[in-house]
């Protein structure tokens, strides 16, 4: 029977919201948590990311860069209810920060600069949150700025995100003279001026009072057209009230159909507690969202969020601190507390809950338990890494993992010293896990050790990380990309017979195959050889090949994947078609065939035409308009193609696609040609051929 307690707890988790903070980065996601933990009296002092003193960029690196590198999590509190939020990065090197917070998050607020819209970024954290079902409303900050304009903002959210935007605010003043908004729900002014922390509520300011009716007739009928309740009242009563608003736009909120937008600037402190009750308002509490779904001795299971129920949870970020190893926890359902055993379900190995943590950023707060809902940080856990599933003993689940990122570039790294061999190959581990996007792997042919990330600036991040954290002097060489190959002009009727006698029983396997290019393209997180890159097909008829060698087979073809005839690189962008064969009553097995497709693909992609393709990303560089025509220039000797430009006030906005390979040392060049004062974003596209890296396909004799 449920106790007391756990009433109180299960009742509670309705005050609860875990929501993150996105945006392109310097759009102003750390000042928006600043300010949110500074309004909430989570903190005394206002943090600036330009003074190095904000609570979430707490590590060296951050704010000597002054972006966010790591995702942080921050607890605070307003109007009754406990808001855990994660500040996630912008840059695109560090998506994967990005896709482990969204895994674990029921809300999100979507922060955009009032000057530029929608930007690169933006977009991708967009799509991230779709895929990962995340109800968010949108901040439209900076408004203070020169050339802000809320509904240009609106505009390129509307036609760049492909959602409907349901504005409630509308903004008093322009540019250094906006003090306030009006809110179009209750038809009243909120205005921060003369210095004061908080606001002043009072009527619609007349001259805006025309313009905030229309506005609020433009919310009513957007809303009417999606929410059937609001409709009935619409038509009705010519009018929607206040209250079957708001639930509207928190149903619409929840199912993604409409975005809520408000605005404000964070660094002046202005639209800061509205957009706090906007979060209680529209975002969805713990026991909102669909109960979280495993896997259980093989069939799927669903665990409700409730503190009675057994312990399921999900690690989400790992990290080493100079206290001990932090493991970063959504608990999902049950209850856990300090000594408690949990069951690691993908390793089946257990673990014991030491301490658990409240986590302020880099600081905490000791608690007892933690309950469904919770994200917390605990310590004890000697081997459980990000994606882990902690679980009760007696009622083990398996929860999906966060989506790892193939990795796209790559760098030498030794150390300078040889006794130092030893302590870099532990430093490097650990980075591996804390942050699974990287990869450490030895080139069996130079011997060299390659790190591996998302981008040059995730791995000048990582290595120097080494550097300080670990006090190791590391040389680093030319970063590398990871090349793909594909298939350019196939074969047919490829012949490949295995027989092998040696004594004993043999090994016999006949195969004929046909190679053509696949119409897929690789993805552009890096698309390896897997589902998106290779389809195989059986076309052999009257059971001359049995189904389980068929199988065999494919398995032999995936394996010839990982090294094309090029340089080595893995395959992809193939099709596989077996199409006769033949067996030996006692010679033939499962491995013969695997052996056979394995060494028959080798010898298709030799004899087919061969293309290596190469990592492209699009660039989008804003810079003064009195050096465009040199950013150009530069883009195009980079083998850039340009696909766009855009005047904006003073800049230029240059959009190009370029390949990666291209793009090393790109920041420097782009900053001597701008006098400091271009900026630039990338964002992976995908894969395209090398020029002249082709094969002639001539068969092999």
Known sequence: MRTDLHRHITDSLTGVRNLGILAHVDAGKTTVTERILYVTGATYKR??????????????????????????????????????????????????????????????IAVFDAVAGVEPQSESVWRQADRHGVPRIAFVNKLDRAGADLDAAVASIRERLRVVPLVVQLPIGREDGFTGVVDL??????????????????????????????????????????????????????????????????????????????????????????????????????????????????????????????????????????????????????TIRKGDTVLDAGVRRTERIGRILRVQADRNTEVDLAVAGDIVAVVGLKAARTGATLCAPEAPLVLEPPAVADPVV???VEARRSVDAGRLASALARLVEEDPSLAVRTDPETGQTLLSGMGELHLEVAVERIRRTHGLDVGVGRPQVAYRETVGRGVSGLLYRHVKQDGGAGQFAHVVLDVEPLETVPDAAGGDAGEAGFAFRSTVVGGRVPREYVRAVEAGCRDALAEGPLGGHPVTGLRVTLTDGATHPKDSSEMAFRTAGRFALREALRASAMVLLEPVVEVTATVPDDAAGGVLGDLSARRGRVSGSTARAGTVVITATVPLAELFGYATRLRSRTQGRGTFTTRATGYAPVPGAVSDGTPPR
């Open 47 to 108: 943090g600036e990311v330009h003074d190095g003193t904000t609570v979430t960029d707490f590590d060296s690196q951050e704010r000597d860069r002054g972006i966010t590198i790591f995702a942080a999590a921050v607890s605070c509190a307003w109007d009754g209810h406990r808001i855990h939020l994660i500040d996630t990065p912008g840059h695109v090197d560090f998506s994967d920060e990005v896709e482990r917070s969204l895994r674990v998050l029921d809300g999100a």
């Open 410 to 412: 790559s760098v030498a």
């Open 185 to 334: 729900l209750r038809m009243r002014s909120l205005v921060w001026a003369g210095g004061r922390d908080t606001f002043e509520e009072g009527p619609v300011p007349d001259a805006l009072r025309e313009e905030a009716h229309r506005r609020r007739r433009l919310l009513e009928e957007a809303v009417a057209e999606l929410h059937p309740i609001a409709l009935e009242e619409f038509c009705a009563e010519s009018e929607i009230s206040a209250q079957t608003l708001a639930a509207a736009l928190r149903d619409l909120t929840r199912t993604g159909e409409g975005v809520v937008v408000l605005c404000g600037s964070a660094y002046r402190d202005r639209g800061i507690e509205p957009l706090l009750d906007a979060v209680v308002a529209y975002l969805p509490s713990p026991l909102d969202v669909p109960a979280v779904r495993g896997i259980q001795d093989g069939a799927v299971r669903e665990r409700a969020a409730d503190p009675a129920a057994p312990f399921a949870g999900l690690v989400f970020k790992v990290n080493s601190t100079a206290t001990g190893r932090l493991a970063y926890l959504r608990v999902y359902s049950g």
